[in-house]
């Protein structure tokens, strides 16, 4: 059982947008910056959003994050076959004092 | 370019100890807090262990204490990742990441740069 809470999957057709949620409590997302990470099949997962809505260069502005409360999104807008991948969120947690995860995301495209 | 490169994974029986290793290049390694991410097969990730970048302060999920042991060797460019008393649970791809915000602390770190994986299976 993670700590934070993504829906198992997602999917979307081309040129569509999608959203991810993030559901967490006081101790972590309230408190602290949400990270999300993209993981394609069959590879290391890599970082997609920073800092809740920061994107690392090279990461397309199709890519969005936002936070409120304690919840965050992952937008897509835009979508793209490429985009077909596992999505995860993360936070620190004050009260575990370490990273916690989200379950995951299955984006498929259609 | 901002390399890691882990090894040391294998096929353990359960009980059994492993060393995992990750050669870092590319970056100034002795200002940056390192990081061991897990994920069993077919499962999501799950946070392992950290290192503060001289070596002062560790973390460990609390599901391993007493079982794993982070170590860094600065003058290698090098995290271990020592695991002993293996468990079938533990099988996973163990990823080695480097921390984000280059402060030293693995507190409030986040994941920047990832390595490929290395593969630990416990199984009789």
């Known amino acids: 059982q993670s700590v934070l809470t993504q829906p198992p999957s997602a999917s979307g057709t081309p040129g569509q947008r999608v959203t991810v949620s993030c559901s967490g409590s006081?101790?972590?997302?309230?408190?602290?910056?949400v990270y999300w990470y993209q993981q394609l099949p069959g590879t290391a997962p890599k970082p997609l959003i920073y800092?809740?809505?920061q994107r690392p260069s090279g990461v397309p502005d199709r890519f969005s994050g936002s936070k409120s409360g304690t919840s965050a999104s992952l937008a897509i807008s835009g979508l793209r076959s490429e985009d077909e991948a596992d999505y995860y969120c993360?936070?620190?947690?004050?009260?575990?004092?370490?990273?916690?995860f989200g379950g995951g995301t299955k984006l498929t495209v259609l | 370019e901002v390399q890691l490169v882990e090894s040391g994974g294998g096929l353990v029986q359960p009980g059994g100890s492993l060393r995992l290793s990750c050669s870092a290049s590319?970056?100034?390694?002795?200002?940056?807090?390192m990081h061991w991410v897990r994920q069993a097969p077919g499962k999501g990730l799950e946070y392992v262990s950290a290192?503060?970048?001289?070596?002062?302060?560790?973390y460990y999920a609390d599901s391993l204490k007493g079982r794993f042991t982070i170590s860094r060797d600065n003058s290698k460019n090098t995290v271990y990742l020592q695991m002993s008393g293996l468990r079938a649970e533990d099988t996973a791809v163990y990823y080695c990441?480097?921390?984000?915000?280059?402060?030293?602390?693995?507190?409030?770190?986040?994941?920047?740069?990832w390595g490929q994986g290395t593969m630990v299976t416990v199984s009789s």
């Open positions: 990441v480097k921390g984000y915000y280059g402060s030293g602390s693995y507190y409030h770190d986040a994941f920047d740069i």
């Open positions: 590319g970056f100034i390694f002795s200002s940056y807090a």
């Open positions: 290192i503060s970048s001289n070596g002062g302060s560790t």
């Open positions: 006081s101790p972590n997302i309230e408190s602290n910056y």
């Open positions: 800092r809740n809505n």
């Open positions: 993360a936070t620190w947690d004050d009260s575990l004092s370490g990273v916690v």
